[in-house]
T-cell receptor, first 114, second 115 residues
Framework: ETGVTQSPTHLIKTRGQQVTLRCSSQ?????VSWYQQALGQGPQFIFQ???????GRGNFPPRFSGLQFPNYSSELNVNALELDDSALYLC?????????????FGEGSRLTVL | AQSVTQLGSHVSVSEGALVLLRCNYS??????LFWYVQYPNQGLQLLLK??????LVKGINGFEAEFKKSETSFHLTKPSAHMSDAAEYFC?????????????FGAGTRLAVHP
């Protein structure tokens, strides 16, 4: 059984650029959520996708957007990067979209914005 | 609004000693509560969860947590620490029936275990 995989593992961008992060969910999981973990802090919920539609969003601006594909993999896109966007971005998949199930996390994509 | 407070950003114990990591939550509705562990350069892994069944919850690797509504606490314990327990631990809350997996995490507690 393949776990949650994310790519790239590390990347460096400059302020104002755009970035796309990718996530393959665990086999059989139809729900993907994204979290931002700044250095020294706990993860913060960005949004969740279920059956290719966003069905929940945290307190992040519209320049954070996403997609989910028919195979349940997902992308996180961030436009007009700011220095504060530097963080570890975690993808999590689950079989339950309702907030009661276990989330399976990938190892994350570490983004540095210069 | 829901929130989670983890007391102590760093905890250091001797191998074989009791581990106690503190978590207090704020929630206006019965919450679901979770403890996750993050090893260096890895993603988060679920240790245990409380979903309004038994108040004492047993998890993996010998960890357990007790839900105390009167104290709004969900502290994590392990009777005897092992070197492999060194990691960062996160307490998280989710509103029951929230409709999506929005976990609200605490800032984390880094556990060090020394010989």
């Amino acid at each position: 059984e393949t776990g949650v995989t994310q790519s790239p593992t590390h990347l460096i961008k400059t302020r104002g650029q755009q970035v796309t992060l990718r996530c393959s969910s665990q086999s059989g999981h139809n729900t993907v959520s994204w979290y931002q973990q700044a250095l020294g802090q706990g993860p913060q919920f960005i949004f969740q996708y279920y059956r290719e539609e966003e069905n929940g969003r945290g307190n992040f601006p519209p320049r954070f957007s996403g997609l989910q594909f028919p195979n349940y993999s997902s992308e996180l896109n961030v436009n007009a990067l700011e220095l504060d966007d530097s963080a570890l971005y975690l993808c999590a998949s689950s079989t339950d979209r309702g907030g009661t199930g276990e989330l399976f996390f990938g190892e994350g994509s570490r983004l540095t914005v210069l | 609004a829901q929130s989670v407070t983890q007391l102590g950003s760093h905890v250091s114990v001797s191998e074989g000693a009791l581990v106690l990591l503190r978590c207090n939550y704020s929630s206006s509705v019965p919450p679901y509560l979770f403890w996750y562990v993050q090893y260096p350069n890895q993603g988060l892994q679920l240790l245990l969860k409380y979903t309004s069944a038994a108040t004492l919850v047993k998890g993996i690797n010998g960890f357990e947590a007790e839900f105390k509504k009167s104290e709004t606490s969900f502290h994590l314990t392990k009777p005897s620490a092992h070197m492999s327990d060194a990691a960062e631990y996160f307490c998280a809350v989710s509103p029951s029936g929230g409709g999506y997996n929005k976990l609200i995490f605490g800032a984390g507690t880094r556990l060090a275990v020394h010989p």
